[in-house]
């Protein structure tokens, strides 16, 4: 019998696992597979929650025509995973078939004991984050990131609006990737490709598409069953689809928690501030549901011409709902009277 079970072999489950064995707690990882192959990135001043022996490129970024206060950094994900690993982990190459707070029963039927963790991903909700992207030779394009570029290229895209994200992988290679930041229906990758190819030419590579919802709630105060954590607990932020910071950030004090129990561990993820924020970001999410295309071009010019102050609680501080408020509303007030119309509505 373990104290701890990780359902889940991404960044979330791992960051867990890793934070309650190097506190002392025998934790079993229940994972079908071994290794990430998504892209993962982070602030960069957020890159010391991670394990020591991690490695990221950092690079400075650009939102619309203007560089960012805060630099980015995309994971170097095998060192991440290499970081996360200790004698104290377990590791189960299975799948789940049910979970309860208690235990996990594989598809083996082999049943698993401790408190369960439930990090297999975000699901459920309505409005999601859906990307196409390309991933291409070293020096084929400029070495700065772009974390946001609304601008279309050669006039308006018609329909939804859709941005460039265009990051510095590990290896040398650059990522360039057409993102539909938030819709309900999503935006569908043939979409995408295709006004990626309109944005940067046609471009050949490996390709990665993303797609996962970004408006997942928190559990209920007094919910049941495994303990949902990274994505899979609503961690994912609407306005950037980030959560792997947020994850490796909380697993040291869920580690520290464990043996106050399981009602303790839930308010850890979910403390009161927390929730606030939440309330305060679906706010956002829904003025960005109600904006035109080029409403959302003005919109987050406007953003990124906030003092860095605000930029920086609106998109890191989680458990900051003072933060977040002060960020919202000097957004308002430098908002046209149009847009403001649309961030007053309930």
């Known amino acids: 019998m373990a104290d701890v079970v990780v359902v889940g072999g991404g960044p979330s489950g791992w960051a867990l696992a890793s934070a309650c ?15 990430w192959r998504a892209t993962y990135g982070m602030w960069a001043d957020e890159v010391s929650v991670l394990p020591p022996g991690s490695r990221w490129v950092a ?17 170097d994900n095998a060192s991440v995973l290499a970081a996360c690993a200790h004698p104290g982990i377990e590791v189960v190459r299975n799948r789940a078939a049910a979970m309860t707070a208690t235990s996990a029963t594989l598809t083996t039927g082999e049943v698993r004991h401790g408190m369960v963790f439930d990090a297999t ?16 030779p070293a020096g084929s394009r400029a070495e700065e990131a772009v974390f946001m570029d609304w601008r279309p290229p050669n006039g308006q895209f018609l329909g939804p609006a859709t941005f460039l994200y265009a990051v510095p992988l590990p290896d040398g ?3 360039l990737e057409e993102t539909s930041l938030a819709r309900a229906p999503a935006l569908g990758f ?10 940067v030419g046609t471009v050949i590579g490996p390709v990665e598409r993303v797609r996962f919802p970004v408006d997942v ?3 209920p105060r007094r919910a049941r069953g495994a303990i949902p954590f990274g994505a899979a607990a609503g961690l994912v932020h609407p306005a950037t689809g980030f959560s792997v910071a947020d994850s490796f950030r909380l697993a040291p004090a869920i580690a520290d928690t464990i043996g106050r129990g399981e009602r303790a561990v839930r308010r850890v993820i979910w403390p009161r501030r927390a929730r606030l924020v939440y309330r305060l970001r679906r706010r956002g999410l829904a003025t960005l549901l109600s904006l035109t295309a080029e409403e959302h071009e003005e919109f987050f010019d406007l953003f990124f011409d906030l003092p860095a102050r605000h930029q920086r609680a609106y998109l890191s501080g ?3 709902p003072a933060g977040t408020a ?5 957004l308002f007030r430098a908002a046209p009277a149009r847009l403001r119309r649309k961030m007053a509505k309930p």
Request: glycine share 18%.
């Open 59 to 75: 690079t400075p970024a650009r939102g619309g025509e203007r560089l960012l206060p805060r630099g980015y950094a995309v994971l």
């Open 190 to 199: 043939g979409e995408l490709r295709d006004r990626l190819y309109a944005r």
């Open 173 to 175: 290679r650059m990522l």
């Open 318 to 320: 989680r458990a900051d």
């Open 326 to 330: 002060a960020a919202m509303a000097a």
């Open 121 to 136: 991903g975000a699901r459920g909700g309505g409005i999601e984050q859906t990307a196409y992207g390309v991933v291409v």
């Open 217 to 219: 709630p928190p559990p």
């Open 21 to 35: 064995a190097r506190g002392g707690h025998a934790v079993t990882l229940v994972a079908p597979g071994h290794g």
